[in-house]
Nanobody, 124 residues
């Protein structure tokens, strides 16, 4: 499985951005997918996740109500819509795939494939 994240960039506080993660492979629709982020000098942290069917989602408290995760299984792509961003959202954002599927969305070690990351910078 190869994951390619894109859509990062520079955005002003209060603005919006949409990240995409394109996956290879014909079984994308069976993977739970997640987004994590790592800010400079900090550990990687969970942001959001969506189950293989799209029927379940989970969010970090810090992004609830502002970020939305979704997926398009026909396009093998997962999205992270980021609204009302703030400087604390500045980080490298990584998408990840859990091909086993026990739905432990916040645990990074449950994900067995990772994309290369895309940088999001929010200016104040």
């Amino acid at each position: 499985v190869q994951l390619q994240a894109s859509g990062g960039g520079l955005v002003q506080a209060g603005g919006f951005l949409r990240l995409s993660c394109a996956a290879s492979g014909r079984t994308f629709s069976s993977y739970d997918m997640g987004w994590f982020r790592q800010a400079p000098g900090k550990q990687r942290e969970f942001v959001a996740a969506v189950s293989w069917s799209g029927g379940s989602t989970d969010y970090a408290d810090s992004v609830k109500g502002r970020f939305t995760i979704s997926r398009d299984n026909d396009r093998n792509t997962v999205y992270l819509q980021m609204n009302n961003v703030n400087p604390e959202d500045t980080a490298v954002y990584y998408c990840a795939a859990d091909t086993i599927g026990f739905w432990h969305p916040t645990t990074a070690s449950e994900y067995d494939y990772w994309g290369q990351g895309t940088l999001v910078t929010v200016s104040s």
